[in-house]
């Protein structure tokens, strides 16, 4: 039985999306109210005076994409940081390749962008291409404002996160060390540190005023700083492709197939990644030769014929990789003396590539925030100033979070004939060009961190689908299919804006928390 509250939202989602191409225009209009929101206070000239005993302004859990480029930023503005990371190896990883233009923008805002380019091969994107049941369309990125070095980027993961580690260790108020971090130091309800094992075993304790944990994924921390709830929707089986070339280059390929999306993009001049998605929690096992006839049998013939041979060599090969996806709504409980980022604090599911642009836009918006204070050793004035923090992010962070679970239930395959047609009308509305092209684009890249657009691009997609049905004319069956349409939309997204909050992600600046100024000393 479909929910009344589906219904209503529904009926008004539908009343919204008549007055779209009314208010759309703003799209690319600018974002200056937020900018000057999360642009915080100038820099004072902050240098923190040493102590005698040279104690830690910061300690960082991790050194991955945030906690690397955590620490180069609090470095820069003269923070003493000490970041303890599990592994110092380059990571070797499936995900965490493709970098949106919006998240390029805030690593040129950290001065880190010379770590995406050529010195570690990286390839510039600058849209995607879209294919189903033998068509296909390419949608680029709204770049006509910026310069030209501003795109998207892909690359080896491994490679950018080591090379914002050098970066990072080149300043003299960084210690890199690598350690494995057991617990926090609580005291009295305030976090004071942590506790880890170096790299020769030893128990050792690091303190700080604040301690900022950025695990990632698999975090063993997360439930001493929220309440969180994982999901698990589907698993990526992993391939790269070698000297081949794309059918659109520098873009991003996705092929809404059977079961759910294949993905491809560049990581380097010579080799493209390949992402099959597979939903749920258990895929065909690699060791038994199952995921390669899996391979064979039922992705190859959705590969595009250019990408087809190259794909096939590629599971001859071998070299198969799985990870689980996972997704999980910014669930956070204040605690004095600690905060959460990256994807220990907030998933979602990496179809649109857009979990390195929310965690750098966090970190631009962390380092502005924390600019104008000196001392960070009060605790509790602290906690209660950067729960700012959690409300000034959700422009950026819902909107690319809703747009990547939708987008990814929207691109799956089902047997429910109003899903299907979802699907398509999705498809045929990217491919209209215009407004119904970059609209979206520019919310997907990051570029436009605005959830109202978004939800009306959403049901503006569904209104599109039922006006089709009803031509040539609307007959009882048809009238139904657009009805059930209508609810479906309603039942994918309004769950995932309730699951990022309805008040800070449309209303924000009713939240009090909106207004909270620096603590004095």
């Known amino acids: 039985m479909v929910s009344y509250e589906y219904i209503l939202g529904g009926f008004l989602a539908s009343l919204l999306a008549f007055v779209f191409f009314m208010i759309i225009s703003t799209t690319l209009g600018g974002n200056k109210k937020f900018k000057a929101l999360s642009g915080g206070a100038k820099s004072n000239g902050f240098q923190p005076e040493m102590e005698e005993d040279k104690s830690t302004d910061v300690v960082i859990v991790g050194a991955g994409v945030a906690g690397a480029a955590l620490a180069y930023t609090l470095a820069k503005e003269g923070r003493r940081v000490h970041v303890i990371e599990r592994d110092l190896t380059e990571p070797d990883r499936i995900v965490g390749e493709l970098l949106q233009p919006g998240g390029y923008l805030k690593l040129i805002e950290l001065g880190l962008e010379d770590c995406a380019n050529e010195s570690i091969d990286a390839q510039k994107v600058f849209g995607y291409a879209l294919y189903k049941d033998g068509k296909d369309t390419k949608l680029s990125y709204p770049l006509e404002k910026y310069s030209a ?44 540190g942590v506790i880890y094992k170096n790299k020769a075993g030893e128990e050792l304790r690091a303190y700080a005023p604040l ?45 809404l197939g059977d079961p759910s999306p294949i993905l491809f993009y560049p990581i380097s001049n010579t080799e493209v990644r390949c992402l099959v998605d597979v939903p749920g929690t258990k895929v065909p096992s690699v060791t038994n ?120 239930k929207v691109f799956c395959a089902s047997p429910d004939p109003a899903k299907q047609e979802m699907r398509e009308a999705c498809f045929d509305y990217l491919s209209l060009g215009g407004i119904c092209s970059y609209g979206p684009l520019s919310l997907l890249s990051g570029l436009n961190p605005r959830p109202l657009h978004l939800f009306l691009h959403f049901f503006a997609v569904a209104i599109y689908g039922v006006g089709r049905l009803m031509l040539p004319f609307p007959s009882p069956q048809r009238m139904w299919l657009g009805a059930r349409l209508i609810l479906s939309a309603s039942s994918i997204i309004f769950p995932i804006i309730k699951g990022e909050g309805i008040r800070q992600m449309f209303f924000p600046v009713t939240v009090p928390a909106f207004y909270r100024s620096p603590p004095l000393h």
């Open 289 to 408: 030769g199952e995921m390669a006839k899996y391979l064979k049998s039922v992705v190859a013939p959705q590969i595009p014929p250019q990408l087809h041979n190259a794909f096939m060599a590629a599971v001859e090969k071998g070299n198969i990789r799985t990870m689980q996806n996972k997704s999980m709504a910014a669930n956070p409980v204040p605690t004095p003396g600690a905060i959460l980022l990256g994807d220990a604090f907030n998933m979602r599911h990496p179809l649109t590539g857009g979990g390195m642009t929310v965690a750098l836009s966090d970190i631009v918006l962390l380092r502005n925030l924390l600019r104008p204070l000196r001392d960070l050793s009060d605790a509790t004035a602290l906690c209660n100033y950067l729960e700012a923090f959690y409300t000034l992010r959700k422009p950026v962070s819902s909107t690319i979070n809703t747009l990547a679970g939708a987008l990814y």
């Open 211 to 255: 301690t900022i944990v950025c695990d990632g994924c698999f975090s063993n921390l997360r439930k001493s700083l929220s309440a969180p709830k994982v999901e698990n929707p589907s698993c990526f089986v992993g391939l790269i492709l070698e000297n081949c070339d794309l059918p659109h280059a520098n873009h991003g390929h996705v092929i």
């Open 149 to 192: 070095d501003v795109a998207g980027r892909s690359f080896h993961n491994g490679r950018f996160i080591q090379r914002m580690r050098e970066k990072a260790a080149t300043l003299a108020n960084v210690k890199l060390e690598q350690g494995s971090v057991t617990t926090l130091i609580e005291e009295k309800g305030i976090v004071k």
